[in-house]
């Protein structure tokens, strides 16, 4: 009966994970703190982007490692397919709320807005989202459900 209970547990705890709109999807040297877009409800399993409008990506998180530079790599999976989506400023350290170099166990706010074309196909699709540090190692991956609209 109490493996019963902490599986049960574990199901709303995992399902409540899911619900936040993003799962962890490899972070090597940090650990997301928050992560939200512009337009999400943080209830949504999906968050729908819609076309011919720019989102905002919010994202805390806590670097393990020091680094005198960051960068942002996005890609859309599409049927377990990564495609590359070019950031109009993929430089983290630039025009992002973060300056370089950063620090071994801070806590930095990332903000990269990114267009939503209106020649998108309305799609459903799995953003993957990475902070990589000067080495190419990623401090933080973020995979987020999500449909155009």
Not at 36 to 48: D, H, L, P, Q, V
Not at 80 to 91: H, K, S
Not at 102 to 128: C, H, N, W
């Amino acid at each position: 009966m109490q493996a019963f209970i902490v599986f049960s547990l574990s199901l709303i705890l995992c399902c409540s994970f899911v619900a936040c709109g993003y799962s962890d999807c490899g972070s090597e040297d940090g650990a997301i703190v928050s992560l939200e877009i512009t337009g999400c409800s943080n209830t949504a399993k999906r968050c729908i982007l819609k076309r011919n409008t720019n989102s905002t990506l919010v994202l805390s998180f806590t670097s393990n490692v020091e680094s005198s530079s960051l960068t942002a790599v996005v890609h859309g999976v599409i049927l377990g397919v990564p495609m590359p989506f070019d950031l109009p400023n993929p430089d983290c350290c630039k025009d992002s709320g973060i300056t370089c170099p950063v620090a071994s166990g801070q806590t930095y706010k990332y903000e990269g807005t990114f267009p939503i074309l209106g020649s998108y196909p309305r799609v459903t699709v799995d953003i993957k989202w990475e902070i990589k540090d000067k080495d190419g190692k990623d401090i933080v991956c973020a995979l987020i459900p999500a449909k155009i609209g």
